[in-house]
């Protein structure tokens, strides 16, 4: 599989696209806001063909970018079932602080149709087999997305778990308990890839060995 990365300057998301050996199609995760021209330039200089996106949940950083991806490309977007009543209403979802800071982003935002993305779901498309694994307690929908093709996998941690460190528990909707079961099911993945929704990638096993929340 290739990886290609681009960052949404609004928090610094990581907007991925990734596609199966010997496949022109590809799919996207994640769409942080202005993420669409990044992408855009991979998908011309890699001369791809965008057939889906998948979030790995619902939080304002993560989707705001839906706008301008769905205006380029008509292409259906999956999403944990608990979040999508985040896509509502973006800005209020968060704190107040939050809320603030997100108001000029969300003047023009009209709610795309999204998919339901169930815990155990395997969706095959563009040669890859994505399956997702509810991951609750960062958000309720949290999804952590196992990717595979030609017997290698990967796996997307959106704000599950970073190198060195896991998502925060405190903006609504976060659960602490619902996270430690989550880390719990995170121990029994097998050693492959992390690209996480912010910051560097890693592999499961070396934060199972080094990140102090494990």
């Not at 855009?40 to 970018?65: N, S």
């Not at 603030?100 to 993305?117: C, F, G, I, S």
């Not at 087999?129 to 990967?154: F, K, Q």
Request: aromatic letters at 8%.
């Amino acid at each position: 599989m290739d990886v290609f990365a681009t960052r949404a300057e609004f928090l610094d998301v990581n907007c991925y696209a990734v596609r199966a050996e010997g496949e022109d199609g590809c799919i996207f995760i994640d769409s942080g806001f202005d993420c669409a021209p990044g992408l855009a330039e991979i998908v011309a200089e890699e001369e791809l063909e965008p057939r889906a996106v998948f979030l790995t949940h619902g939080h304002p950083d993560h989707i705001l970018g839906l706008t301008n991806v769905l205006a380029r490309w008509n292409i259906p977007v999956h999403l944990g079932g608990p979040d999508h009543y985040r896509l509502a209403k973006p800005a209020e979802t968060l704190s107040p602080q939050f809320a603030q800071m997100l108001a000029p982003l969300v003047q023009d935002w009209t709610a795309p149709e999204v998919n339901h993305l169930g815990d155990g779901q395997t969706i095959e498309v563009a040669g890859l087999t994505i399956t997702a694994v509810a991951a609750p307690g960062h958000t309720e929908g949290s999804t952590l997305l196992r990717v595979r093709a030609d017997g290698e996998e990967i796996i997307f941690t959106g704000d599950v778990v970073f190198a060195g460190a896991i998502g925060r528990v405190d903006l609504p909707g976060g659960d602490a308990s619902a996270m430690a079961e989550s880390l719990r099911e995170f121990r029994t993945l097998p050693d492959v890839p992390i690209y996480p929704g912010h910051g560097p990638g890693s592999r499961v096993g070396h934060e199972l060995a080094t990140n102090p929340f494990f």
